[in-house]
């Protein structure tokens, strides 16, 4: 029998064969050339003496596969090579889909991109009901499309409807919906799962079959379909500045999903998506994403279970229920009882939301325990602070909590506004102290600013950031000063939006202008968010004004405060801004988003120079995923670089 390096062929005696992943020197599977080449072999192998059935796994803890080599992907930046990585794969997969004898994919844990692409090439798949478990086609993410097969079989396998919403979106997919949508023919718990193959594998189950209706969408009624996909995703992303979506949708409609078969002169072609900007610029976030990830790495004397919360209103409640969903222990702290219950009972809609389990919402909604008089402190291994913006009773709080804590659980706060060294003034050991500031919608907001004060120990500081990324958040270093990096550039780009409305441009024409850019908000909507009220004191702590915006102060002095009260700059009903017709044209809108962004941008280099984040990658990578600034661009600092206006 052949030898591999990357792959194991394990034949039992009645004939099934089991192909094992287990790509070498990495922590995670990945399709790189070498392991395409022996996934080759091991089909010349298997024609050469057909097993009973064939089932792919991996070897890995960490998940299935992980997609391509991104180091090769990354080398593949001319058309030539691009073409040549999509021809092996889509060959190599096609080969596997053809094969004479049952094949079966038995998914644990990620399977993205080229991994789900090879799923897709098998008979059968079994997904692993376990959290880990997601398949995922995340190439839109890239600014490409999935080239190995999944443009052509997953429509096939779950109707196109939801096919193109799982390519065009990059979102996951876990288990049980996999199991529900038709991705996956099974969803089985761990302890039975290699039993389970074997059964369906050598089952001669038919292929799962599409209904009448869906095979029509997938047939005469392509066009259609297409027509409306195109509509939803212009609702969000502009051709020009996202191509990859509307290249997904074109191959599926008019190349059989064949990226290979469009012809180069094409917009939506492989050739017009490796050379546009957008694709160099979205593997640059990528990899600004793997930075942040970094800061977080397991730290060996620090693995945190027990959080206590003390604050209950939005941000903390919000925050208590993030930590429950992903695992931990959460005692939640308020003054009394019934200010603790509208946390809870939030937390209780957002995991339905979530879980879809009734047996694992009753188990997240166990590990949050309201503690009205903070016993949890003593057990706890993170303490967050995420009270009213007072220094005094900051102050005060931590010397209660320094007291009671064990000695070695990490002290923060959630501050946005107040000094870090401050607060800690009135710590025995003020070292301990380091800053975790969540950006609300917690649920939503990817980011989180790990802030280290003048007397923050490192220690602290890490280990602040290896909680961060047990949350599955992402943590951004930033040293103490105001506004740290996100709300320091956002105050003076949303004021400069406030004094266009002062100028007599209406509120929906700005709100426009920076969603036709690539914001997922425009800033008066943001700013009616976010709370007025909270406006205006950031205008003057963060942009230095002695007079706010006069449209600002006037709606603040009449009690209207944005969403939150109902009225704002905007109406809201059903928690939706309530806008009229934009009357403006496209350039208008270009050169208004220009005036918009001057002051953000101006802020981020500002910030990078003072030293507030280390680098300009990192506050890229910090307003990106703090703020939504459009990936297309880069980020901020690298939208400068690339002389955009």
Known sequence: MNSFKHWRLEREADG???????????????????????????????????????????????????????????????????????KRGWDTYNRLAAVPYPTLALVRGHCMGGGTELALACRYRIAVDEPGTKFTLP??????????????????LVGPAAALDMMLTGKNID????????????????????????????????????????KLMNG?????????????????????????????????????????AVPADRPTSLDALVT???????????????????????????????????????????????CALRGMTVTLQDQSIERIAPAIGRAAKFFEKKLRDKKQVRFALDRLIADPRGDGVRQADVIIEAIFENLDAKQKLFAEIEQRAKPGALLASNTSSLKLAEIAAALKEPSRLVGIHFFNP?????????????????????????????????????????????????????????????????????????VAFGMPMGPIELADTVGLDVAVAAGRQLVGEVDPPPRLVELVGAGHLGKKSGKGF??????????TG????????????????????????????????????????????????????????????????
């Open 175 to 214: 288990a049980k919906r996999a199991k529900k949508m038709g991705l996956a023919d099974e969803c089985v718990p761990p302890r039975v799962m290699e039993n389970a193959a074997r059964m369906l594998v050598l089952s001669a189950r038919p292929r799962r079959r599409l209904p009448f209706f869906q």
């Open 16 to 86: 099934l064969a089991w192909a094992i992943l287990d790509t070498a020197n990495s922590s995670t599977n990945t399709l790189g050339a070498e392991v395409m080449n022996e996934l080759g072999r091991i089909l010349d192998e298997c024609e050469k003496h057909p097993p009973k059935g064939l089932i792919f796994k991996s070897a890995k803890d960490a998940g299935f596969i992980a997609g391509a080599n991104i180091e090769e992907f990354i080398a593949s930046d001319t058309p030539e090579k691009a073409r040549a990585l999509i």
């Open 442 to 514: 917690v649920a939503m907001m990817p980011l989180v600013e790990v802030v280290a004060g003048d007397g923050t120990a490192p220690g602290a500081a890490q280990q602040a950031a290896v909680f961060v990324r047990k949350l599955d958040k992402l943590p951004l270093p930033v040293k103490d000063a105001p506004g740290f990096l996100v709300n320091a550039v956002l105050a003076p780009y949303m004021h400069e939006a406030m004094r266009c409305v002062d100028q007599g441009i209406a509120p929906e024409v700005v709100d426009a202008a920076m």
């Open 139 to 156: 190439e839109v993410m890239l600014g490409i499309v999935p080239g190995w097969g999944g443009m052509l079989r997953l429509p096939q």
């Open 220 to 260: 005469p009624l392509k066009g259609l379909v297409a027509r409306r996909a195109r509509q939803q995703v212009a609702q969000r992303a502009r051709p020009e500045n996202y191509p990859a979506p509307y290249a997904i949708i074109d191959q599926w409609q008019n190349y059989g999903g064949n990226t290979l």
């Open 582 to 645: 934009v009357g403006a044209g496209g350039t208008a809108l270009q050169d208004l988003a220009q005036r918009l962004i001057r002051p953000l941008l101006a802020a981020t280099q500002r910030l990078v120079r003072e030293g507030v984040v280390a680098d300009a990658e990192l506050a890229d990578a910090g307003v990106i995923f703090g703020t939504g600034f459009a990936p297309y661009t880069g980020g901020p600092m690298n939208y400068l670089q690339s002389g955009e206006p």
């Open 276 to 322: 546009h900007p957008t694709t160099r610029n979205l593997i640059r976030v990528f990899f600004l994403q793997d930075r942040l990830k970094g800061f977080g790495k397991e730290a060996k004397d620090f693995s945190p279970h027990h959080v206590h919360l003390v604050g209950a209103g939005v941000m903390g409640g919000d925050i208590a229920a993030w």
């Open 570 to 579: 905007y109406v809201w009903v059903d928690g939706k801004a309530q806008k």
